[in-house]
């Protein structure tokens, strides 16, 4: 753990986005986590993505659980609403939010014990209604507040620290997402910036349930040979499917790739996703596809990266109840309660 | 580009770019550190090895270090060092115990013409090594132009009493008010070598109409300086022009207003940037209500019958050619008289050795300065060696101390029967600052201070009396804060290929974005694939070898805070904050180990 303060200094010659930030001012508190834990990789990518997209900050809501991920929100977006919530219920606690403030922009910060054990039901059903949100697992495999036990996303036969096998099977989040209707799906590692600060950039600007599980090696407990979500294993059996970059405004795309190599995804926010080929047979907009896809790269070991599943066109939650468009939060007393004129003509449509 | 070799002991030294900067490399950051510590002797012994005169260059150097400093890169302004220094200087205990003791003599005699701050560095190596040492002066006391022409108002007596002292009193020979006429009659008296640091000691004419005329109230700036020091001046008129921009210039200005000067101004042919004085010198003559006119040019002085009355001043406005090269031309205004009482002219100054017989074996070049070799600082007479500003031209004394140190290395080593040419390498010491998992042997938390200003004694006060200090130096408080902001610059980030895991902690926690990984390129390619700009070339970037995924990391030295949260968030220890401390070779340093480890 780090004792100082992040210095305040920072480059001269760093870039402003629209607003007039810099990447530094969209930190927060210095992490308290192991030296090494991919888990800070993937706040500098939430960082850096929420710079590219000009957010302000007091527009997004970071929730969280309980868990090494779930206290990295205090380390990013320092000038957010914040809610570190109780185990396992970061996803009913982002839903009664969603609904009560449709403004906000929705982050679910979760841990692969937070979201594939206690939190399971919580994780499914939030996927399953469509929440308009950017639903992110940092998953190491592994409990590492409690120093290392196998959790429910260790694969089976990958080794602990101490050299004992998993026996259990492992539960693929991703494939459950997929299988629970999630609208955009996606699958990174944290030691691929590149890859995971567009994917999440992508996700914000996505309506509905977006899923992202971010492979982020242990380095206290679950970086070790026998590991399957290792630096090392991870860079080895990584197979990614595209690359993407996330295009914000009206620039027209300049593609400078082969023909037939991108596929340009036009999202609600009007931002658009270039997604650039890598296997060239690998549709995103087919669900069924990804999924077997999946299935068959899994059971030869590799790990399927990139953007797997995408529909553009794609509704939330506030669209299936056909909730106004006003946040119920700021409704006042008078559009709650309209008076008995309106009862008694609600009263008589139903009779 | 190739992996960066740490091992260059140049390397480290340029990321300290204070010491690198600094002629006679004083290792600032190190002596900045025991300053914040209260370690006042300590860091005063730092400076007395390096550069001689640590209270006298503490409130009097250029300060060649001050623009250089890092925190100038990343905020405003940079560390106050050279007013550091003079805290060092106040606040010591006695440090004669420290000093080496005047040692037996070795048979060696050594003479010196001047007793200057070259001299006086080169007597100061070499008597501890028992060379017979004689300084001969043309003043009664030691200290050169340190004495003759800085003001008491800057560096009172006391002062330069105490720090020549300390040389003469290794058993240094001084003849004071003994001015050597005659090389050959010196080289006559068989000294084994000659050391000539006699500075440059005569101020340029201004050969304009009206100048033998008014002679009687047109003085040459350094010589009449040098006659208030001794005493022999004590008043000037109510009306005084300075011709000239320097920092000669401003010491005139400002004497002139401690002996009656009213209305005191410095009338300058250039532009106010432009002006050679450093801009602490013009603020503090600004302070002291001396206005400073630019772009006039003096045609000539007016008289009344040999009683200077004023001076006529073209006006000229500044063009750029092509190459963007200056040229003052006239602006077609009228030309302006000033009235004045006295003229002091500070256009600069110039070598003069009419004392050297053309057949002594010295030769001169077509601008009439001896033929000095730049690194062993020999004169064309193997035995004759120039230091200072006998040697290239007016600069400042920490240039003088810097030549000294040099050309007493070659002293010793020619009277050792030793190659001159022959220069041993500085030594260096890299060493680990980990004391625990995140703790360090140095203060890395960066300190948001802005620089802590230097006290003035009251203008009131101080202009009453031309020997009252006007710069009281920082107390302990002041000195603490402005010495917590010294980023440490020589605590090097040092980087293991093969520990590193990629993980890109490091990369994540950098407050300045200077560390990148990726793949490798040519060195202008790969400045442009960095993380933030790289707008200083001259910084270097430190390149590891190949890692396991096949790039590499590549650091931008320029804006680093040495805050080592690099080294305290990396899982593996690949990187490391160790400290560069490098010693530069001085005669009679011991020859340096081999064993130098980085890394």
Redesign the interface.
Known sequence: ??????????????KKNELGYTH?DYEGK??TL?????H??I??SIIEACYELSIEPHRVAKISGIGCSSKTPDYFLGNSHGFNSVHGRMPSVLTGANLANRDLIYLGVSGDGDSASIGFGQFAHSIRRGVNMTYIVENNGVYGLTKGQFSATADRGSKSKKGVTNTDNAIDLVAIALQLGATFVARSF??D?AQLVPLIAAAIGHKGASFIDVIS?C?AFN?HAGSTKS??YV?EHNDAVNRLDVLVGRDPIAVDYAPGTVQVVEQHDGSKIALRKIDADYDPHDRLGAQTFLARHAAKGQIVTGLLYVDPDAEDLHSHLNTVETPLNTLEADTLCPGSAALDKFNASLR | MKPTDIAAPDYFHKVVDCQWACPAHTPVPEYIRLIAQGRYSDAYMINWKSNVFPGILGRTCDRPCEPACRRG???ETPVAICRLKRVAADFKDDITHRLPRPSAKNGKRVAFVGGGPASLTVARDLAPLGYHCTVFDGDPEAGGMMRTQIPKFRLPNSVIDEETGYILNLGVDFKGGHRIESMKALLAEKYDAIFVGSGAPRGRELDIPGRKEAAAHVHIGIDWLSSVSFGHTDKIGKRVIVLGGGNTAMDCCRTARRLGGEDVKVIVRSGFEEMKASPWEKEDAIHEDIPILNFLVPVSFIHDNGKLTGVTFQKVKAEYDAKGRRNLVPSGEPDQTIECDDVLVAVGQENAFPWIEQDCGIEFDKWHMPKVDPKTFVSTNPKVFFGGDAAFGPKNIIWAVAQGHDAALSIHKMLSGEDITERPLPEVHVSSQKMGI?EWSYD???S?DKRFKVPHRDKVIALKDIRTEVELGYDVKLALGEAHRCLNCDVQTVFSTSLC?????C???C????ITFTENGEETDLRQRLK??S?HPDQDLYVSSDL??GRVMVKDED?C?H?G?CA?????GAWDMQKYLIDMTQAGSTCPTKSRSAA
């Open positions: 753990m780090t004792y100082i303060a992040k210095p305040k200094f920072h480059h001269p010659g760093l530094r210095i992490s192991c030296a090494g834990c991919g800070d990789s706040t500098a944290s030691g910036k090696p380095i970086n630096f090392d860079r | 890169r990343v905020e995140h890395n938390d960066i948001n895991i990629e993980c890109d902690a990369v994540d926690i407050p300045m974005d200077c933030a700009p707008p396991k995924t804006v805070l805050c949260l305290e968030r990396c899982p593996t």
